[in-house]
């Protein structure tokens, strides 16, 4: 069936996408060190579980401004693509942790 294709083509490309992050990541963390993500769109089920194996924590959904302000407390730039990744864009912080407050998460990056 089409449909069927075209969701297994799409499944692909985005495992193959995930893969390109997980590799950036294995070249540029060190022992010890970790990797987050945040993102402006969502990140499906799948490709999150595949994330979280390789000890990627993935922030979804971030405004437009909380990402500004995470450039200029972290540094970094934003990346549009996985074929734009390149270590210099990479900004640094010391810990990074969701608290639950009632029924709100909150996510604090800290020095």
Do not use: Y
Not at 32 to 58: H, R, T, W, Y
Not at 84 to 98: C, I
């Amino acid at each position: 069936d089409e449909r069927e294709k075209l969701v297994e083509s799409e499944r692909k490309w985005l495992d193959e996408r995930c893969k390109q992050v997980v590799d950036f990541k294995r070249r540029v963390c060190k022992d010890g060190e970790s990797f987050v993500m945040i993102n402006q769109k969502g990140i499906d089920p799948l490709s999150l579980d595949i994330f979280a194996k390789e000890g990627i924590l993935c922030l979804r959904r971030a405004k437009r401004r909380n990402m500004e302000r995470m450039t200029l407390a972290c540094g970094g730039s934003p990346i549009h693509s996985v074929e734009d990744l390149d270590e210099s864009q990479l900004g640094w912080a010391n810990k990074v942790s969701e608290v639950t407050l009632g029924e709100d998460k909150f996510t604090f990056v800290e020095e």
